[in-house]
Each structure stands twice: as C-alpha cells, then as structure tokens.
C-alpha cells in the first residue's frame, strides 16, 4: 500500500457519448425517478423524496431553456441531459437579457402584455413555460426554477429595475400569480434574487412570500452575490430553507463554513466556475464540486458555456455550438460523479474537517484535496486533487482490514490498489496513479472497510 500506484485496471463507467441516443448508454440504468416532492430529511443535512429516498441534487445550468429553445431542441437538451445522470436544472422562469428574442420566447411570447408590468402576465408566454416544465417533470428533473432573476449589480441581465419600477404591490400580485400557477408542479425549487444583493430586498421578498403563501410546502432558496450565502443575506425569512454556496474562488472554505453553521440548513453548491468560462479547466470543473460534495452539500450544479444561454450570449464565449457542447468533458466527468457518489453511503458522509483521515498537506485552492468519513466509519473517500502523495489513517475507520481502490474521475476507471495487510500503525502513504485519462492529475481514493 505504501507509495503504490500500481494494481489492477477495472472500468466502471466510460465517456458518454455526445448524442443524446448514445448517452442513453447509461447514466440512469436502475434508476428510479424521483418521487415529487421533494422533503428536507430528517437531520437537515439532505434532500429526500416523498417515500423517503435520498436525492443527491445533480445539476445543470439551463438558464434560458424556456426563453430560448423550441419543443423539439427542449426535448433534445432533457433527454440528453437525463441520459448523462442529471437529475436537476437551473433554469429562468422569464429571462430578461440571454434569448434571440428577450424577454419574448423563440415563438415571440412576451411575459408580459404591457413591457415590465408585472400585473400583466402572458398566457401563451405561461402556458409555453407550463409545457417545457411538465416536460422536465415527466423525465424526473427538480428544478430550481428563478421566478424573476434580478441581474448581477441589478443591471441590464435581470429585472431588478423594472422590479424596482413596477413597486412591491404589482410584485406581490406577480408572485401570487406565480405561485398559484405552479403549486401543482410539484418538482420545483424556488431560487430568489439573482447574482446580486440588491440594496433593496423588499422587491425580493415580495415575490418570495406570495409564492410561499400560495404553496406553502414548496422549498426555497437565493441566488445571491457571490461569496454571499442565502442563509446571511435573507436570514429569518419564513420561507428559505435550502441554503447555497455561489463562488468563483475555491469552493472549500465557503462550504466549510455553511457546514459548520449553528443555523444549518440543506445547502447545495449553485454555481461555480463555469466550463469555457474563467478559464476553468476540466479538473478545477471536478474539484469544485467534490469540493462542495464532500463538505456536506446535498448537491452541486455544474455550468457549461454555451449550454447555459444557448448561444445567445453577447459576452461570454461561445466555443461551439451549443448542441456539440453536451458531450463537454465537464459534462462526462458529472456523469461519474454521480455514479462515484452513489455507490458510496453520501448521506452518511461526514466532512473530514478535523484531518482524522486525511492528514498533513493537502495542498491549496482548486488544487486542495478534500475528504469525508462515513458515520459508522464503515469507509471513507478522498478527492486528491493534484496527484500528490497524501497520508491516510485507518483509525478513523472501524478496521485496518480495508480493499483500496482510486478513481479516475473524468472517465470511471479504476485501479484496485495491492492487498493491504494490517500493520503495526495505521498511517500509510500512498501516491496516486499519476495522469488520469483527461492528462490531470486529480483522483477520487476510496478506502472501505472489508465486509462493509
């Protein structure tokens, strides 16, 4: 076990390919949809479904999938995405700026009959909407759905000025009419606010609490200003209760710290780095979320550009066409990810915060491994992310008798590590394999006690 890289070569899932008829091959082979709604667990820590099963939030970024695509590229993006093991969506409701046509749909549906009055919602513009989520709800997506995204500094991306404009009392009726149109969806989460902390919550608030009062068992989270958690910005409002990390920089310290909170509750990492975007790579894609996962977030979403607006972007960078992109290597390493956290017992998972597991340097940043311990202390699983030798002690697990293996993370492989044989201590050091298939160096070292 000592510094060995060397072992047996298995494969446990590979690249999934970029049709959405040859992704079928087969993120969600034995998977049961979800069944709607959604519940927070008892303990706070994740999400469950109505007969109780545990619901790892798997995201994608689809910000203008009901402005900008037609029917049948609505059902290509579903299909795909449900294919490659994605279980929810990021998506606006009305979108103000990232559409050929915005705010209008691709039929030319404004939201509204009168520019910006909220008071005068469009039914063929809803009724568009109705369809492309009863969709997403058929193939068994949650979605984080923003009933009005306000825009980064409350400018010309969102609607915070024409919030602003329009005055609390025409919010109110807008999010009453919201939330009575689509309490019988009952695979929604209300995301609030947008990329921003607005000077004046009120315009908020005021949609977010006619929602909540006309479907009162719906979950509730916000978009705020990066760095910014829901559960700082809007604390002690009713209706919030699924709380979220939003971060360009490493995503560790932030999740650490809405782990740790007194007020705990359900948090899921919302956005990061999107791929094409900062000049994220594949692998700082894959840290950020295991970053978030294994700090205790009840899921994480991932964001590819040009996906996220369809290529309608006059900013952000549009590599491909949006269609070519699905098959991203960001979007094959989520698929694993999926498949990784599921074989193992996530809701148990603890966060290794105190190093009883993974001890000594574990470097910084993007590039800083992460750790987390069952509770029964029946395994544990580190991401080591830059290929570094690390040390692992087997006093936080209930034996030394434990089967090792390491994960290549952007396509499944794994390689089974040497019979390890108990020892007079239980420190080991171990280097991991090297470059993985997509030439980084980052791994995902699972550790199981035998029997388990």
């Given amino acids: 076990m000592r510094g060995s890289a060397i072992g047996r070569r298995v494969v446990i899932g590979g690249a999934v390919a970029a049709a959405a008829s040859g992704a079928a091959a087969d993120a969600q082979q034995g998977r049961a949809s979800p069944r709607f709604p959604l519940r927070i667990a008892q303990g706070g820590r994740y999400l469950e479904d109505s007969a109780g099963q545990p619901f790892l939030l798997h995201g994608d970024t689809a910000w203008s999938l009901i402005a900008q695509l037609n029917p049948e590229e609505a059902e290509l993006y579903l299909r795909d995405r449900q294919a490659r093991g994605f279980n929810t969506l990021l998506v606006n409701l009305i979108e103000h700026r990232y559409a050929s046509r915005a705010p209008a749909n691709i039929r030319g549906d404004a939201p509204f009959t009168r520019a910006n009055d909220f008071t005068t919602p469009n039914e063929a513009y809803f009724a568009y909407a109705d369809r492309i989520l009863r969709r997403a709800r058929e193939l068994g997506f949650l979605v984080l759905l923003a009933p009005a995204y306000i825009g980064g500094d409350g400018g010309e991306d969102g609607w915070y000025q024409p919030m602003l404009a329009a005055g609390n009392a025409a919010l109110r009726r807008y999010g009453a009419y919201v939330g009575r149109r689509y309490r019988g969806f009952d695979n929604i989460l209300w995301v609030h606010a947008g990329d921003y902390n607005p000077p ?253």
């Avoid at 900013?315 to 599921?342: D, F, K, N, V, Y």
């Avoid at 069952?374 to 089967?403: E, I, N, P």
């Fill in 200 to 452: 004046d919550r009120s315009v908020v608030l005021a949609v977010a609490e006619e929602i909540a009062a006309a479907d009162p068992g719906a979950l509730h989270t916000a978009h705020c200003a990066p760095e910014t958690a829901p559960a700082d910005l809007f604390r002690g409002a009713a209706w919030l209760n699924v709380n979220n990390v939003y971060t360009y920089r490493p995503v560790d310290p932030m999740a650490r710290r809405q782990d740790q909170r007194r007020d705990r509750m359900p948090f899921m990492m919302i956005e990061s780095a999107y791929e094409n975007e900062h000049h994220a790579s594949e692998q700082r894609i894959r840290s950020q979320a295991y970053q978030a996962l294994l700090n205790g977030a009840c899921g994480h979403v991932f964001g590819n550009s040009p996906i996220w607006h369809y290529g309608t972007s006059p900013i952000h960078p549009r590599p491909m066409r949006w269609q070519a992109a699905l098959g991203s290597r960001g979007a094959q390493s989520m698929t694993q990810l999926r498949r990784i956290m599921e074989d193992l017992p996530w809701t148990t998972l603890q966060p290794d915060t105190e190093e009883r597991f993974l001890i000594g340097s574990r470097g910084e940043g993007h590039e800083r491994s992460v750790a987390a311990i069952a509770r029964d202390g029946s395994c544990a699983v580190g991401y080591v992310a830059s290929g570094h030798s690390v040390t692992v002690d087997l006093s936080a697990l209930r034996s030394a008798d434990v089967a090792v293996r390491w994960i290549d993370p952007s396509v499944g492989n794994v390689l089974i590590a040497p019979e390890v044989e108990p020892a007079r201590g239980r420190r080991w050091r171990l280097t991991s394999p090297g470059a993985n298939a997509s030439g980084f160096a980052d791994w995902v070292l699972e550790v199981r006690v035998r029997g388990s």
